[in-house]
């Protein structure tokens, strides 16, 4: 409560009593503000001792304020008649003048005397005047307490939003924290076939598996530091996301299919690292790690981001399962960049950045001879562009949004491992020279001297529709270079060509109930041959089916039930499928 609403609370008291003395508008104001400090205590935003010096310090100004009335009303005399009687002297202001107290005195038969009313309104004004002042002292003592004023004495929690995990306020500054945990039991059940390299499917293991392991999604907890300085709009941002599995180290680190062996620990991925700097206004500058911004999206709106999906190696699961990484999109990754973000304008917005540029990767390993299906590379001249523009809209009950978004990296110094045969040679055995003839694998240029780089180009564009109890969401994807599963796996053939790629998911929501929803699913990914290739066993198609039921039991947990069948086919005669059933859940703070 404000100190200019308290004093006209104040001035009420004065009015409707009629000129009541000092005293009892000091009595308003204490009470108020004793009440006010009682409140703060009670919910904890004041410590026994802020609350004993604020209700002092109060107590002191409202007690200066009564013994200042006390010494004025002396000049107040007592009431008289019109004429003077005996033993009374006539009532005067201290200005001199004769006044009558009300009810005594009649001016036209029946009325008050206006200097009477005068001097009393006056005094009513002194005191609000003196009591409104007390009143804003001890609310900017409390405000400066609370954090209000500057003051980092307190740190304040902020009305819990679920979904928007825990904020508090020291002073300035916001901090927010937020995440999930998650645990699934996975049983895969392989459908037969023959491994076909760069697939998705486990149908060509031949055994069972159960697991209990993570979803696409590992545990997470995030948090977030936000501020205002000089019309400025900061934040950081520090997310941690540990898998509850054991790690094992290789290329793709926390994400390496784990290690179910005793003495094991969990990986920790630190996905996110960034800054922020902006406002509405003028739109909004990152730097740091983040999601990318091409195929974001498309993963953001997949809903096995709550649950399992293709479960890529769940004898040996890692920090995720793939969900409908390489069977609908191309991963979008965590990737460092500098990048800006447009304000809205008319539902409107764009996003542009550079982002770290990776290399060109052999997702698929080598062929029966030892040679590698892909190229690779390590050089990079210039960074990767990636942007995108969303409209966001609604008709009638229909909200809606439509996204397209491109990327675009050069890729240098292309090279393939070969097996090429390594000249004699002598060596020392057990101190007798022995002559080797050996096979050594050997990184060589993909074309001497013609063809050492190419230009990876991808495109996107999706739609998430929202009516009523029911969503849908379609996306399509192309690439040259672009590759399949992760960017630039896979993506330029062993003779230094350009692969085409191309993909797409549609999934359709309906919630039953506030509490109830099922969710199916359906997703392809493809990789073609570039021109002059021939590599039979290299994967051609990885494709998914996914129905899945949720159930919110409350703000925080949800259950998860789902079944998802994944296949994968090569280009030449080879296919492999299995199937998988997951059951868990997750909660989100």
């Known amino acids: 409560m404000s100190a200019g609403k308290l004093a006209r609370i104040g001035a009420v008291v004065v009015m409707a009593s009629g000129g009541a003395s000092l005293a009892y508008v000091d009595e308003a104001w204490a009470d108020d503000y004793s009440e006010l400090l009682d409140i703060l205590k009670a919910k904890g935003s004041l410590t026994q001792g802020e609350y004993r010096g604020l209700l002092a310090h109060h107590l002191q100004h409202v007690h200066e304020a009564a013994a200042s009335a006390a010494r004025t009303q002396q000049y107040v005399p007592a009431a008289r008649h019109m004429g003077t009687t005996a033993g009374h002297a006539p009532m005067r202001t201290a200005m001199g003048q004769a006044v009558q107290p009300p009810g005594q005195i009649e001016i036209g038969g029946n009325g008050m005397d206006p200097d009477y009313v005068l001097a009393q309104a006056q005094q009513a004004a002194a005191n609000a005047q003196a009591s409104a002042a007390s009143a804003e002292s001890t609310w900017l003592a409390a405000q400066h307490s609370m ?43 392989p459908a037969g076939g023959m491994p076909v390299a760069g697939g998705v499917s486990s149908g060509s293991s031949g055994f069972d598996s159960s697991a209990l392991r993570n979803g696409l999604l590992p545990a997470g907890l995030i948090l977030k530091l936000s501020t205002t300085q000089n019309g400025i709009d900061l934040a950081a941002v520090m997310g941690m996301y540990p898998g509850i599995d054991n790690a094992k180290n290789g290329a793709f680190n926390a994400n390496t299919g ?10 920790i991925d630190f996905r996110q ?18 999601l990318g911004i091409f195929g974001g999206d498309a993963i953001l709106d997949d809903a096995t981001l709550l649950s399992v999906g293709s479960t890529g190696s769940n004898s040996a699961p890692g920090n ?41 990767f052999d997702f698929s ?12 590379s390590t ?15 609604k008709v009638g009950g229909l909200t809606a949004r439509i996204w397209a978004s491109f990327l675009t990296q050069h890729q240098q110094d292309l090279t393939r491992n070969e097996m090429t045969m390594g000249a004699a ?6 101190g007798a020279a022995h002559t080797l003839s050996t096979e050594a694998s050997t990184a060589v240029p993909v074309v001497p001297g013609q063809k050492r780089g190419v230009t990876a180009e991808a495109g996107e564009i999706g739609t998430k529709l929202t009516y009523g109890p029911a969503q849908f969401v379609g996306y399509y994807y192309r690439g040259s270079g672009l590759g399949t599963t992760g960017l630039f796996f896979d993506g330029v053939a062993s003779n230094g060509r350009k692969r085409a790629s191309e993909g797409y998911y549609v999934q359709m929501m309906y919630n039953f109930t506030k509490k109830f929803k099922l969710v199916g699913s359906y997703g392809v990914s493809n990789l073609y041959l570039a021109p002059g290739e021939k590599d039979p066993d290299l994967v051609r198609r990885n494709e998914s089916e996914v129905g899945a039921a949720y159930y919110k039991m409350t703000d925080w947990l949800n259950l998860v039930a789902e079944y998802a069948h994944t296949s994968s086919a090569a280009h030449g005669p080879y296919k492999e499928s299995d199937n998988s059933a997951s059951g868990g859940m997750i909660l989100l703070f």
């Open 425 to 430: 040679s002598s060596v020392l055995i057990d």
């Open 365 to 376: 390993g080598t062929d029966g001879s030892g040679n590698d299906y892909s190229a690779s």
């Open 147 to 189: 954090g209000l004023g500057g003051g980092n004495s307190l740190v304040r929690m902020e009305k819990y939003v679920p979904g928007k995990g825990l904020t508090f306020k020291a002073g300035p500054i916001d901090i927010n924290l937020s995440g999930f945990i998650n645990g699934f039991y996975t049983y895969n059940s």
């Open 273 to 290: 690292v960034y800054v922020t700097a902006g406002n509405k206004k003028w739109g909004t500058f990152k730097i740091g790690r983040d």
């Open 379 to 393: 050089q990079h001249s210039s960074p990767m562009i990636q942007g995108k523009v969303t409209y966001d809209f």
């Open 320 to 360: 995720t399962s793939l969900g409908r990484i390489g069977v609908g999109y191309v991963y979008a990754d965590w990737i460092p960049q500098i990048s800006y973000q447009s304000p809205t304008i008319k539902g409107f917005q764009g996003t542009i950045g550079i982002l770290q540029p990776l290399d060109e």
């Open 258 to 267: 784990g290690s179910p062996v005793g003495l094991g620990t969990a990986g």
